[in-house]
């Protein structure tokens, strides 16, 4: 029963519970860290209680770069800027470590990322190691042959694994392998020593070494067998090694004491060409098997490089294909534009053509026919007092015929260089208008000045409301007619282009009638153009001397010399007034409107007009009280 007490309390002492693992994996962002990561998860993730850290060391922070892209020293920019830089770049280089926490995860294992800002790496691991305890480091190594390995002491995992402390395991891998191991302290110390069973062993030698236990002594037996035995039977030097320094107290030793009672005990009593022949073939298998599996990498990353080159290839033609409908659009649509610029061209020509002959049509339409003096004459008679129609102030009207066609001769006073200036005005406005109850003009002869118009047989409508020469009426319809057609030629005036025109002399004796009746405002030699001022009011005005007929001026314009299209307006309603009485315009406003107050209107209309329509006659006579208002604004347009 005490035995087994024992029995159970040394197996208890042997086998104590498994502390955590505290494992740090040296990762620096690159593919080979994607292997390292792997190779921990794989080895230490079955051993169950362990807490995995990401150990990542970026360089300090030494310059600020600038928009500019130069770079000012640390020390040179304001605090809050280099923290706002520092924590940029820390932010970023989690970001990159990012993906190596999430492999993590997927295995189902939690890691923590911890991010070193340090020049000197292997210090900053070491220091990391010590504040979290690290056991097991893990780190990658470059692949290394056998020839070069001596020459790489100095690499990254060396000194990391020379600076690590001595309580923690170094793993080195490379390729996703594990390529070298630097054990712990721990390790080298062995398991709880068997006190009953402690034996000394004194080696010969001058280091005076002392083995405290029969499994020390049997691992040391082991290993100078593998020096007397058969070749066939022994163990490898490292297989050796290992089982040795597992478990003897030589792992309290440091490492170049260690190694050197091993070659001594090498070196004993056998012949010293064996071990290292032996150590040959092991580096040599190792290397091959390294190489066996580089090579094996490099097929693969050939047989991944050969199908991108495929695909390339594919997509090069693909491209190229593309590339060549392209062109071939790009042909036809600049074959379209050129098409399109030519058809462009073309019709600017012709558009260009038609202007100019649009223009040359205007100019032979607007251009007024000469007449020669000799032709006048002769048409005359030599202005035969005969054929004298009529005479105003400005000039004398004669009767006459062209080329069998009747027409009027108005002969200017050529004495008087106002009426030269009169007729150039005439002749240049009626040379641009042109309107059915507008005096129609067939010619001139600028020299003398005459100016040939068409005959009107019916003469001016103030002959013929007085009934001159014993004339028959005009019929109360004709009359109203009249009133439209003589309005419709004063709008054609007002809304001319670019600027209106004024008649200014409007008056029966200038309204004449062909043989239908037909009205026609002649003797536009008073006319003028104002100039249009779109920031202006509706109504136009132009300062100039009074000019007309008394008892048809607008009263203001003959007050204030300002003439406008109202001024016209004011006429009309006096001619308007006259159609209906045939009485003459003195005070004709006057009477009119007191007949319609009395309502005593058909007593003052011309009763040999006819029977005149009473309350159109009445609407017709209140349009014409309106229009020849004494203030302008209460005039209509």
């Given at each position: 029963?005490?035995k087994?007490?024992m ?9 104590p ?8 994996i040296?990762?620096n ?6 292997y390292?990561?792997k ?12 807490v995995f850290?990401?150990?990542h060391?970026r ?6 770069p600038t928009p500019?892209?130069n ?5 040179q920019?304001?605090?809050d800027v ?6 940029e770049l820390e ?8 993906p190596?926490?999430?492999f993590?995860?997927?295995r ?9 800002e ?9 220091e990391?190691?010590s ?20 020459l ?9 694994s020379?600076r690590t402390p001595?309580f923690c ?8 392998k594990l390529?070298?191991?630097r054990?712990?302290d721990?390790e ?7 006190d009953?069973?402690?034996?000394s ?14 499994t ?26 290992e ?10 030793l ?11 005990i ?5 012949q010293?060409d064996?071990?290292?022949?032996e150590?040959?073939?092991?580096n040599?298998n190792?290397?091959?098997?390294n190489?066996?599996t580089e090579?094996r990498?490099i097929r693969?990353m050939?047989a ?12 090069l033609n693909?491209?190229s294909?593309r590339?060549?409908?392209?062109a ?11 098409k399109a610029?030519?058809?462009?061209r ?8 038609a202007?100019?002959?649009a ?7 607007t ?5 020669e ?15 004298r ?8 009207v004669?009767k006459?015929?062209f ?6 001769v108005k ?7 106002s009426?030269t200036?009169q ?10 208008i042109?309107?059915?109850?507008l005096?129609?003009l067939?010619?001139?002869c600028?020299?003398?000045g ?6 009107m047989?019916n003469?001016?409508?103030?002959d ?14 004709e009359?109203?007619r ?12 007002h ?5 209106p ?7 029966p ?8 009746f037909?009205?026609?405002?002649g003797?536009?030699?008073l006319s ?5 001022d779109?920031c ?7 300062d ?20 406008s ?5 004011y006429a ?5 007034l ?6 003459p315009a ?15 209107l ?7 007009a006819g029977?005149?329509?009473v309350?159109?006659?009445k609407?017709?006579?209140?349009l014409?009280?309106?229009?020849s ?7 209509p347009?």
């Amino acid at each position: 029963m005490e035995k087994k007490e024992m029995e159970e309390a040394e197996v208890e002492l042997v086998f104590p519970p498994s502390p955590t693992l505290t494992i740090g994996i040296a990762i620096n962002g690159s593919r080979e860290s994607k292997y390292v990561i792997k190779w921990a998860l794989e080895k230490f993730v079955s051993e169950g209680n362990a807490v995995f850290k990401l150990l990542h060391v970026r360089a300090r922070i030494t310059a600020v770069p600038t928009p500019m892209g130069n770079l000012i020293p640390i020390s040179q920019v304001r605090d809050d800027v280099a923290a706002a830089y520092r924590k940029e770049l820390e932010w970023q280089a989690n970001e990159r470590l990012l993906p190596y926490k999430k492999f993590c995860t997927q295995r189902k294992v939690e890691a923590d990322i911890i991010s070193i800002e340090s020049n000197e790496v292997a210090n900053a691991i070491a220091e990391e190691v010590s504040k979290n305890t690290i056991t097991r480091l893990v780190i990658g190594a470059s692949s290394r042959g056998m020839f070069t390995r001596k020459l790489k002491k100095n690499s990254l995992s060396s000194r990391i694994s020379a600076r690590t402390p001595s309580f923690c395991t170094v793993y080195a891998v490379s390729k996703g392998k594990l390529s070298s191991i630097r054990p712990a302290d721990s390790e080298m110390n062995g398991s709880i020593k068997d006190d009953s069973s402690e034996t000394s062993f004194s080696s010969n030698n001058s280091s005076g070494y002392t083995f405290s236990s029969q499994t020390e002594l049997g691992s040391v037996a082991s290993y100078a067998t593998f020096r007397n035995g058969d070749m066939s039977s022994r163990p490898s030097c490292a297989e050796s090694g290992e089982a040795f320094s597992r478990n003897s107290s030589l792992r309290s030793l440091p490492t170049d004491q260690r190694s050197s009672l091993l070659d001594q005990i090498c070196t004993s009593d056998v012949q010293t060409d064996c071990f290292p022949s032996e150590c040959q073939v092991v580096n040599i298998n190792f290397e091959l098997e390294n190489l066996t599996t580089e090579l094996r990498h490099i097929r693969e990353m050939y047989a991944v490089a050969q199908s991108e080159t495929i695909d390339a290839s594919r997509k090069l033609n693909s491209l190229s294909e593309r590339r060549l409908e392209e062109a071939m659009k790009l042909k036809e649509v600049s074959s379209k534009e050129e098409k399109a610029k030519e058809l462009v061209r073309q019709e600017k020509e012709k558009s260009e053509a038609a202007r100019r002959e649009a223009e040359h049509v205007k100019e032979s339409r607007t251009a007024i026919p000469k007449f020669e003096w000799e032709e006048i004459v002769l048409a005359t008679s030599s202005f035969s007092e005969d054929l004298r129609v009529g005479m105003g102030s400005y000039g004398t009207v004669y009767k006459c015929k062209f080329h069998h066609t009747a027409a009027a001769v108005k002969v200017l006073h050529s004495k008087e260089s106002s009426r030269t200036k009169q007729f150039q005005q005439e002749l240049e406005i009626l040379s641009k208008i042109c309107h059915p109850h507008l005096l129609l003009l067939l010619g001139a002869c600028p020299e003398h000045g005459c100016l040939v118009y068409e005959y009107m047989e019916n003469g001016s409508l103030e002959d013929r409301l007085l009934r001159k020469n014993n004339t028959p009426p005009i019929p109360w319809f004709e009359r109203y007619r009249i009133a439209w057609e003589v309005g419709s030629a004063l709008v054609f005036l007002h809304n001319s282009k670019p600027k209106p025109i004024i008649h200014r002399d409007l008056k029966p004796a200038n309204i004449l009638l062909d043989h239908n009746f037909v009205s026609k405002i002649g003797d536009v030699g008073l006319s003028m153009m104002i100039t249009a001022d779109s920031c202006s009011t509706s109504t136009m005005y132009k300062d100039t001397a009074p000019v007309g007929t008394l008892c048809y001026i607008d009263p203001e314009y003959q007050r204030t010399g300002l003439v406008s299209t109202k001024s016209d307006i004011y006429a009309f309603g006096m001619t308007i007034l006259q159609l209906l009485t045939a009485k003459p315009a003195i005070a004709l406003t006057h009477v009119v409107e007191t007949a319609i107050d009395n309502d005593n209107l058909t007593g003052i209309l011309d009763s040999e007009a006819g029977n005149w329509p009473v309350e159109e006659t009445k609407e017709l006579a209140r349009l014409g009280l309106s229009c020849s208002e004494l203030r302008r604004k209460d005039r209509p347009d």
